[in-house]
């Protein structure tokens, strides 16, 4: 069974400050997604991530996905109030795979930027 | 375009009734999932499917039918309500061929009380 661990599970800080959140796993995926998801709402995509070491930016936040295609980082700049929300990574299965085997979802991280 | 929307928005049921939850996409994609979100427990896939007429259980499917009638409808049952279903439930669609990026309605919440 994969998994996707994802840390801290909880994160409080004040705006301006710079914060990463985790996701890692023993296993390979084809792609990780990272999706926010606010109070009340279903989780909108982020960003995915497809190839070992790449990084993409979303202007303030930075998504890296490992070389090994096994652990991905988001790092968020200068967090605002806006930032605040639930972060889930998830991962499509190996190249391997048939391509109909589900995503794997992390349990997220909540964040809370404090003004 | 709407996306993917889900109905209802709230329910709240007792013990042993029943109830089908709606979800509905007009993106044209063939996968879909219905999920379920509890405090701690992240989001588990209790259904899916990956194309009309075909369904497949996920991580916890005990409880729930589905069915997929139509490509852009997928229905999630539940036939005895129990308060152990007490959650927020999610649907999402995706295209075939990855990188399978789901696209999520509103959720509903359900109280089963």
């Known amino acids: 069974t994969q998994l996707l661990e994802q840390s801290p599970q909880f994160l409080s800080i004040q705006e301006g400050e710079n914060l990463t959140v985790y996701c890692n796993s023993s296993?390979?995926?084809?792609?990780l997604q990272w999706y926010r998801q606010e109070p009340g709402e279903g989780p909108v995509l982020l960003v995915t991530?497809?190839?070992?070491?790449e990084v993409k930016k979303l202007k303030r936040l930075t998504f890296q996905f490992g070389d090994a295609r096994k652990d991905s980082s988001l790092h968020i700049t200068a967090a605002q109030p806006g930032d605040t929300g639930l972060y889930l990574c998830a991962g499509a299965a190996g190249m391997e795979d048939s391509g109909n085997t589900p995503l794997v979802f992390g349990k997220g991280t909540r964040l809370s930027v404090i003004a | 375009n709407a996306g993917v929307t889900q109905t209802p928005k709230f329910r709240v049921l007792k013990t042993g009734q029943s109830m089908t939850l709606l979800c509905a996409q007009d993106m044209n994609h063939e996968y879909m999932y219905w999920y379920r979100q509890d405090p701690g427990m992240g989001l588990r896939l209790i259904h899916y499917s990956v194309g009309e007429g075909t369904t497949a259980k996920g991580e916890v499917p005990d409880g729930y039918n589905v069915s997929r009638l139509k490509k852009q409808n997928f229905l999630l049952g539940l036939e005895s309500a129990a308060p152990s279903q007490t959650s927020v439930y999610f649907c999402?669609?995706?295209?075939?061929?990855?990188?399978?990026?789901?696209?999520f309605g509103p959720g509903t919440r359900l109280t089963v009380t």
């Open positions: 999402a669609s995706t295209l075939a061929g990855g990188p399978y990026e789901q696209y």
């Open positions: 296993s390979v995926f084809s792609s």
């Open positions: 991530v497809v190839t070992g070491g």
